[in-house]
């Protein structure tokens, strides 16, 4: 009876040193992950993004939009990198309907992977790369920085259908926005931590024009400030690609600015004001409003636990040479 046991606790053992070294096979995230396989990397990734952020502030934002982007479909996998390949059938979530029109940060992701191939060829995953410069993105705009944990690997395949399915629109409702970031085993204090990464960034018109012909405190269905939706409706008249500040008091500092701007009902969009409309978030959104550090550090821990979601089993995984293409 106990040698049984002991043979099945030996199977056991070596069933899952079977499975952790199969290629492909996610192991456990870790910060030391690359200490000893490429000591250069995270200099290198701070450098390069620097430099992009250096020739387009706005570079930031859009690379810290493309990790959430990538996380919240199918785990950090830098799926949301791969171009659509008619020779593979490989309709990618890059034309999906969050990502097709406002999406970027592309080629800065290619820059800073450049970067890092020359330090270390073939070792380190777009994932991690990204996962690294949304980090440093964050912390180059004046808001905090964290040990990000690494060892991600590239999904070789991507879905336009789950970008559509697992990405949250500017219209969602409070319910709709806690039970999106509750699939993913976030929780509502991460949910509203998260969304302060909209204290940076612009979104167009297309996305707030609801808003923007709300109509003076809300008689258009809107709880917005009046002289708010009427600087919105002049964005407007640019068309739907008109750009306008996430955070209208302080939009290139990462700071708490936009949970003030909620306060004064001046979120750009829908999804943003339901934040502070008389539910469950309004309290928190009054804490970060008032105090920056408290903001700042949930971001951080947030930001760690999104970076932890996992490709589904049976993902083909890899270390993806260009972030383009898989291998
Ligand atoms: C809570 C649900 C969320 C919704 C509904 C949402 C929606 C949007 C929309 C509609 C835009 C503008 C896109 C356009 O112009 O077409 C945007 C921009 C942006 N989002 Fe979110 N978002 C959410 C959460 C997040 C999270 C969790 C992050 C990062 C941690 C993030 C980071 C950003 C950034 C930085 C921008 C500006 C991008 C730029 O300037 O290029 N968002 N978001």
């Given at each position: 009876m106990a040698s049984s046991r002991v043979l099945?606790?030996?199977?056991?053992?070596?069933?899952?040193?079977?499975?952790?070294?199969?290629p492909g096979t996610p192991t456990a995230l870790s910060t030391s992950y690359y200490n000893k396989r490429c000591a250069s990397l995270q200099?290198?990734?701070?450098?390069?993004?620097?430099?992009?952020?250096?020739?387009?502030?706005?570079?930031?934002?859009?690379?810290?939009?493309?990790?959430?982007?990538?996380?919240?479909?199918?785990?950090?996998?830098?799926?949301?990198l791969l171009d659509d390949d008619t020779t593979t059938n490989l309709i990618g979530e890059?034309?999906?309907?969050?990502?097709?029109?406002?999406?970027?940060?592309?080629?800065?992701?290619d820059a800073i992977k450049s970067a890092v191939e020359s330090?270390?060829?073939?070792?380190v995953s777009c994932a991690d790369v990204l996962a690294l410069a949304a980090r440093?993105?964050?912390?180059?705009?004046?808001?905090?920085?964290?040990?990000?944990?690494?060892?991600?690997?590239?999904?070789?395949?991507?879905?336009?259908?789950?970008?559509?399915?697992?990405?949250?629109?500017?219209?969602?409702?409070?319910?709709s926005l806690l039970d999106a970031f509750q699939r993913k085993?976030?929780?509502?204090?991460?949910?509203?931590?998260?969304?302060g990464a909209h204290t940076v960034g612009r979104a167009r018109c297309a996305t707030f024009r609801g808003r923007a012909g709300g109509g003076a405190n809300g008689s258009g269905g809107e709880v917005?400030?009046?002289?708010?939706?009427?600087?919105?409706?002049?964005?407007?008249?640019?068309?739907?690609?008109?750009?306008?500040?996430?955070?209208?008091?302080?939009?290139?500092?990462?700071?708490?600015?936009?949970?003030?701007?909620?306060m004064e009902r001046r979120g750009l969009l829908h999804s943003d004001q339901e934040l502070f409309n008389g539910g469950s978030q309004d309290a928190l959104v009054r804490k970060y409003a008032r105090d920056g550090a408290a903001f700042a550090g949930d971001f951080a821990k947030a930001m760690v636990r999104m970076g932890n979601l996992a490709p589904a089993p049976g993902t083909p995984l890899e270390v993806r040479k260009y972030c383009r293409r898989p291998n």
């Open positions: 099945l606790a030996l199977s056991l053992a070596l069933l899952t040193l079977t499975v952790a070294s199969l200099p290198a990734v701070r450098s390069a993004m620097a430099r992009a952020v250096a020739s387009d502030p706005t570079t930031a934002a859009a690379v810290l939009r493309l990790f959430f982007h990538d996380c919240f479909v199918n785990g950090c996998d830098a799926s949301v890059k034309s999906a309907f969050p990502n097709a029109n406002s999406l970027r940060g592309y080629e800065a992701i330090a270390c060829p073939a070792t440093d993105a964050v912390s180059l705009l004046g808001g905090p920085s964290w040990n990000v944990r690494l060892g991600r690997l590239d999904a070789r395949i991507a879905s336009r259908d789950a970008a559509n399915a697992n990405l949250p629109g500017p219209g969602s409702s409070l319910s085993g976030l929780s509502a204090r991460d949910m509203t931590a998260l969304s917005i400030n009046a002289t708010y939706a009427a600087e919105l409706r002049g964005a407007c008249g640019g068309g739907d690609g008109a750009v306008a500040p996430l955070d209208v008091a302080t939009p290139d500092a990462f700071d708490n600015g936009y949970f003030r701007a909620l």
